[in-house]
């Protein structure tokens, strides 16, 4: 399984941004994915997560503010960031975990969001 993000930039507090993480490869065998985040000199963090089943997982600090989704059509998933704070600039990893002759766990790049105040 390969992963790539996209739809970072930079946007004013306040603003939205909608991420995108496209899956390729042995995508029938992912079973929960996720977002996670690290910001200069921190420790990357969980985000949001979401199981093929479509349950969702929220850190504290983004809940009633970013969405995460997922299409299995597409093979991609989304995290659409709203109210966005000067705190949340990081540097965004898309994951991908499940089964495949073994558990298995991917990442993606990673994308830049930068929210200015």
């Known amino acids: 399984v390969q992963l790539v993000e996209s739809g970072g930039g930079l946007v004013q507090a306040g603003g939205s941004l909608r991420l995108s993480c496209a899956a390729s490869?042995?995508?029938?065998?992912?079973?929960?994915m996720g977002w996670y985040r690290q910001a200069p000199g921190k420790q990357r963090e969980l985000v949001a997560t979401?199981?093929?089943?479509?349950?969702?997982n929220y850190a504290d600090s983004v809940k009633g503010r970013f969405t995460i989704s997922r299409d299995n059509a597409k093979n991609t998933m989304y995290l659409q960031m709203n109210s966005l704070k000067p705190e949340d600039t990081a540097v965004y990893y898309c994951n991908a975990a499940g089964w495949f002759r073994g558990y298995f766990e991917v990442w993606g790049q990673g994308t830049l969001v930068t929210v200015s105040s």
């Open positions: 979401i199981t093929s089943g479509s349950n969702t």
């Open positions: 490869g042995s995508t029938y065998s992912i079973n929960t």
